[in-house]
């Protein structure tokens, strides 16, 4: 019986034999690159017109909210057709060789809106291929301002925006080609999680001159699930309180409304005191806002119904009128039983009656903030 080896064997039989056989002569291909880079030059570009294939691999993004910039380590990958750069691969017996970028043209791509702060290693190795593509990665380690938008906070999505393109050469003599890498996505454990990344095409016009800029967009959605389930706990608990102050006589209402208002006045400073320069605030930071002015108007009408309550005077007549009318809509039976007077009785059915209206009121006025703003 024959022996049986393992594909896997195989294959790796085959690349080391052929890698062997291919480009193994290295002061020989030494020698021939040099000669062919010796009638090269390397100030004009391969052609009047020539087209750049660009992709872009992010390895880690993050945002710094503080001063409100994006920081991007990236490798943005060119490639171009350079005929001058081709060779025979039969004869050379290879068909592509590393050289040290600073020896061949370059195109001028360069990031437009942020700052670099090491504008590709210039240093690092170009990929020449036999039939004359050329293949050069830009290390990138870019910082752009970003315009935070807060609404969704803590789980908002911030797009960071790059722009890429050429200084001084128009469209005709330098395009620029978005080739999408689908597995270009990396996954951090950071506070920040890379969502997705977009990229765009566009001409910008610059004295007279259509240039091609390009414009990769990484979506980035916040990781806080603390900051989500401490919000979520102060806004019910605000929310209970207020709702069980309801349900209260008036002059029993004022300490537990105080009580929300200060629980949400409490989050509003925490979260104002983070500094954060933003383009929209947070719908938690306007619920809390809203719990805390609810609470306010709370304790207020129940000052108002009880000063109503204790009035001495004779009520007036149209007062009186409206009483019996709505009386007979509703229960207006005063809270406390120590009524002396027919005068003070009437009072303490129309602060009852008052109580009612704000309370109806107060309840809308919920309503309608819980409609316009979530
Ligand atoms: C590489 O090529 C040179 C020039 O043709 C030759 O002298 C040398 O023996 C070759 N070396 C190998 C390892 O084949
Ligand atoms: C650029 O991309 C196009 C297709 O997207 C491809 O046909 C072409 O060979 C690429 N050119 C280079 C130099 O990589
Ligand atoms: C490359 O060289 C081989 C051998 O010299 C030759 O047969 C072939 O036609 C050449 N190819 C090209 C594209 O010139």
Redesign the pocket.
Known sequence: MAPRVHPALLLLLFCVSNARSECDNTTLLSLQIDALLAVYDRETPPAARHQINASMDVRHATINEIDSTARMLADLKLSWNDPRLSW????WDCSGWMVPAERLWLPDVVVMNAAATSAGDVSLRARLDSDGTVLWIKRLDLTAPVQLQLRDWPRDVQDVTFKFGSRMHSVQELDIVVIDVKNSLVFEAGAWEMLSMSSESTLWNREGMDLRVVTWTVHVRRRAPAHALATGVVLIAALIMLAGATALPPLQRPPLAAAAALLTVVWLVWWGSRGMAAGSCPAAAVAMCSACVLAALLGACAALVGRVASCTTAPPRLLRALLSRVSGLCDLTPHSDTLSSEQSAAWAASARLLDRTLLVLFHLTGFIIAVVYF
């Open positions: 025979n691969a039969t004869e």
